[in-house]
């Protein structure tokens, strides 16, 4: 992909630049694995995994659907740079992202095709992501008048979707059940100095009744919006679906869906799409303590029995929610080990009386399976009280990644 901009907008671009997300640093497969085994935790996804739901999503779409697969995130904690060679093999129209490094990553690995970002953005941001040549969205004139005044400035046209608040999410769009809404939107939507080219809602909810009403009172609107702005049908990508839209309601695909979590296999009722990631640990020490010893911080627990526990070098600050502790368990040697005391910051113990030959520097599977036994996403979130996106994206963030 090139991209040309003129020397003044080289020069804006780097004083904006500062203002960039936190580098996503990616290592050469060579150095994964030595990273993996000097750490004390670490993530193996399976690339393959992911290309098969990339492919049976395809199969399942008719027509002209696209897909924009949202990699917002670091792709949900799985990591961008590590999963773009499945979605350039797969020929995928579309990437959703969220920040100017994300950006940078999918560009830099060799993407040509369209990058959406999936929220609302700042000027700078706006600003420092022309080079990649993202589609923004907005929802409102001044954003409009914002974007116009940023591509005059850079010499260069940024297309962007426009957000209408048809499906009640009350974040970034246009009220057109309103006058003032309406004449906003006919203000957006004509000025010709705007290349508008999707329109999209999205959903809050899960109730299928209510989302087919509202996909088709978003039909009506934006029929009302291009009949009243003069757009051509052909040029606007009509867009609400989520996963779980894409899943259960084959007719609200529209022009593209915007599958997230089904890419990456998150539920099961996103079967038989695969879940591509496990997290794991190691053994670090075992530990004889005597019925009546007191674990953790707190000393919320007290054994009941000579137990053995396993001591494992991960805690909250790696991802191991400091929600799970006296309720989680992990697996070790096929087997589950109940999680013992407060998880730390850096470390948790776990009963291991009842697991033979457990030793030390085994692996432990935290998140995934492990011979017959998983540790699945719906007792993770039952346990924990939070959704497994809360869970994965910062395991991403705070372990390396291997990919199978």
């Known amino acids: 992909m090139k991209l040309k901009l003129s020397l003044t907008a080289l020069a804006l671009m780097g004083q904006t630049a500062a203002h960039a997300a936190p580098l996503l640093v990616d290592f050469d497969d060579s150095e994964r694995e030595e990273r993996v085994q000097a750490s004390n935790a670490w993530l193996e996804i399976d690339t393959q ?4 739901n990339i492919q049976l999503l395809q199969k399942d779409l008719k027509g002209n659907t696209q897909i924009c697969a949202i990699m917002k995130a670091d792709a949900y904690g799985n990591g961008i740079a590590g999963l773009m060679p499945s979605i350039i093999a797969n020929n995928v129209a579309c990437v959703g992202i969220t920040s100017n490094e994300e950006a940078r990553v999918v560009r830099e690995h060799g993407f040509e095709g369209k990058i959406m970002r ?3 953005a700042s000027r700078n941001e706006i600003e420092n992501g022309v080079q990649y040549e993202i589609e923004e969205l907005i929802g409102t004139k001044m954003q409009a008048d914002q974007i116009i005044e940023i591509a ?3 010499n260069t046209v940024i297309p962007v979707h426009l957000a209408l608040n048809t499906s009640g999410m009350g974040r970034n769009g246009l009220d057109l059940t309103t006058y003032e809404g309406q004449v906003e ?3 957006i939507a004509s000025d010709p100095n705007l290349k508008i080219v999707g329109m999209m809602t999205h959903f809050p909810n899960e109730g299928l009744d209510e989302i087919r009403r509202k996909v088709d009172r978003f039909k ?4 009302w919006l291009m009949d009243s702005a003069g757009l051509k049908r052909k040029d606007i990508t009509l867009h609400v679906a989520n996963s779980y839209i894409t899943l259960n309601l084959p007719e609200a695909h529209l022009d593209m869906v915007r599958p997230g979590g089904m890419l990456y296999g998150d539920y099961p009722a996103t079967l038989p799409y695969e879940r591509i990631v496990s997290f794991k640990t190691r053994v670090a020490s075992l530990h004889f303590f005597p019925a009546g010893s007191t674990i953790g911080y707190g000393s919320t627990k ?15 600050s790696d991802g191991f929610a400091r929600s799970l502790s006296n309720k989680a368990d992990v ?3 096929g087997q589950r080990a109940r999680v013992m005391g407060k998880a730390s910051m850096n470390t948790t113990m776990v009963d291991v009386t009842d697991i033979i030959g457990v030793q030390a520097n085994d692996e432990v599977v935290v998140f995934g399976r492990q011979g017959f036994e998983e540790i699945t996403a719906e007792e993770t979130e039952e346990k924990s009280g939070r959704i497994l996106p809360e869970h994965y994206t910062i ?3 705070t372990n390396p990644r291997i990919y199978r």
Do not use: C
Not at 49 to 52: I, Y
Not at 220 to 223: I, N, P, R, Y
Not at 302 to 316: F, K, Q, T
């Open 118 to 120: 999936v929220r609302a």
């Open 331 to 333: 697996l070790i040697n």
């Open 152 to 154: 005059y400035n850079y």
């Open 185 to 187: 939107g006919v203000e």
């Open 220 to 223: 009506v609107e934006t029929k």
């Open 302 to 316: 007290v054994l009941e029995r000579d137990s053995i526990l396993a001591n494992l070098p991960i805690g909250y």
């Open 49 to 52: 995994a992911f290309s098969n």
């Open 395 to 397: 395991w991403g963030a």
